[in-house]
């Protein structure tokens, strides 16, 4: 009999559009003969089910099930295509473990540690991982001006949100004329703003996931951005160039991808995964965790994926049978 397969998206933060598409994906790869996969959209406080008769059936949220035709669907699985939050926070995780619905993602615990950029790197800092150095400033609070920033942590510096993704709100900043709007527009994204040092070198990203109780460390990429900073445009608008696999030292790439594994262990991690780092002069630092990658066509785990052999139907169908065995 086949599953039925719940494939979530949408919802109200700045990466909607990039969940849609990565939603959009997921349900046209994922197999049909084994799966019925069902697409629902999160739109403020309805979550219904898409459907090409403009007629909207909503989830009751009871349970997470809808009807139709008299016919009540309950879900084996969900698959959780949604960046930022309720998914990259963990709320999305809660609500399901209290409805004991396995979810192809990393838990409560690992997603909102992970989405909190600063306190991961605090945390994984204690275990020997490298990562620039930072400062938090809070809204509302007094904070130190601009010229203390700059003396602690000196120009070019990455001004962006605390909790947030896709680089929504993220700036380079090179000059102090320029700090002080670059935290003011960073502050329209979430309540906390991290700055960090600019360390300048190669940047790579590694995606992984477990396969059978085995930790898979895909091959590498290596970004090539045509803006300052791998920025929304670099990301999503073509304006970068990712090569899979990257073309650094094939030994430190293995460094990486064995780093890389042992942080997704350390964070007890599940599911899909992508860890992104700079590389300056053989010493890599740690950008950050990220707990739900895209999954476009071009999205970067789904190159990695190709590269090492793993069609998308393939990948997605790894994801949701390891949600599944694991329940």
Same mark, same amino acid.
């Given at each position: +009999?086949?599953?039925?397969?719940?494939?979530?998206?949408?919802?109200?933060?700045?990466?909607?559009?990039?969940?849609?598409?990565?939603?959009?994906? %997921? #349900?046209?790869?994922?197999?049909?003969?084994?799966?019925? %996969?069902?697409?629902?959209?999160?739109?403020?406080?309805?979550? +219904?089910?898409?459907?090409?008769?403009?007629?909207?059936?909503?989830?009751?949220?009871?349970? /997470?099930?809808?009807s139709?035709?008299?016919?009540?669907?309950?879900?084996?699985?969900?698959?959780?295509?949604?960046?930022?939050?309720?998914?990259?926070?963990?709320?999305?995780?809660?609500?399901?473990? +209290?409805?004991?619905?396995?979810y192809?993602? #990393?838990?409560?615990?690992?997603?909102?540690?992970?989405?909190?950029?600063l306190? #991961?790197k605090?945390?994984?800092?204690?275990?020997?991982?490298?990562?620039?150095?930072?400062?938090?400033? *809070?809204?509302? !609070?007094?904070?130190?001006?601009?010229a203390?920033?700059?003396?602690?942590?000196?120009?070019p510096?990455? %001004?962006?949100p605390?909790?947030?993704?896709?680089?929504?709100?993220?700036?380079?900043?090179e000059?102090?004329?320029?700090?002080?709007?670059?935290?003011?527009?960073?502050?329209k994204?979430?309540?906390?703003?991290?700055?960090?040092?600019?360390?300048?070198g190669?940047?790579?990203t #590694?995606?992984?996931?477990?396969?059978?109780?085995e930790?898979?460390?895909?091959?590498?990429?290596?970004? *090539?951005?045509?803006?300052?900073?791998?920025?929304y445009?670099a990301k999503?608008?073509g304006?970068?160039?990712?090569?899979?696999?990257?073309?650094?030292?094939?030994?430190?790439?293995?460094?990486?991808?064995?780093t890389?594994?042992?942080?997704? =262990?350390?964070?007890?991690?599940?599911?899909?995964?992508?860890?992104?780092?700079?590389? *300056?002069?053989?010493?890599? /630092?740690?950008? !950050?965790?990220?707990?739900?990658?895209?999954?476009?066509?071009?999205?970067?785990?789904?190159?990695?994926? =190709?590269?090492?052999g793993?069609?998308?139907?393939?990948?997605f169908?790894?994801?949701?049978?390891?949600?599944?065995?694991?329940d």
């Open positions: +009999m086949k599953k039925n397969i719940a494939v979530i998206t949408g919802g109200e933060a700045s990466e909607r559009g990039i969940s849609l598409k990565s939603a959009e994906v %997921v #349900c046209k790869h994922l197999d049909k003969d084994k799966y019925n %996969v069902y697409k629902i959209i999160i739109e403020g406080g309805d979550w +219904m089910v898409e459907r090409d008769n403009p007629t909207r059936i909503l989830i009751d949220k009871n349970d /997470f099930s809808f139709i035709s008299g016919n009540k669907v309950k879900f084996d699985a969900v698959f959780i295509a949604l960046h930022g939050t309720p998914a990259e926070d963990g709320k999305l995780q809660g609500y399901f473990d +209290m409805q004991h619905i396995p192809n993602a #990393c838990g409560v615990l690992q997603a909102a540690l992970t989405f909190d950029k306190r #991961c605090d945390y994984l800092a204690q275990f020997g991982i490298k990562t620039a150095k930072a400062m938090l400033l *809070r809204k509302n !609070e007094k904070n130190p001006e601009a203390q920033i700059i003396s602690s942590l000196s120009l510096l990455f %001004v962006k605390n909790q947030n993704g896709s680089s929504y709100g993220a700036a380079k900043v000059k102090e004329a320029e700090l002080s709007p670059a935290i003011e527009n960073a502050f994204y979430d309540t906390e703003v991290l700055i960090e040092e600019f360390i300048a190669t940047e790579v #590694c995606g992984l996931i477990t396969h059978k109780g930790v898979i460390a895909f091959p590498l990429t290596e970004i *090539r951005s045509k803006n300052s900073f791998f920025d445009q999503y608008e304006l970068s160039q990712e090569v899979t696999p990257a073309e650094i030292d094939d030994k430190l790439g293995k460094e990486i991808q064995q890389s594994i042992a942080i997704y =262990r350390r964070l007890s991690f599940k599911g899909m995964a992508r860890i992104d780092y700079i590389i *300056r002069k053989g010493e890599y /630092f740690m950008l !950050e965790v990220n707990s739900v990658p895209g999954l476009s066509e071009e999205s970067i785990v789904p190159q990695q994926a =190709r590269a090492a793993i069609s998308l139907k393939e990948l169908e790894i994801s949701v049978e390891e949600a599944i065995g694991r």
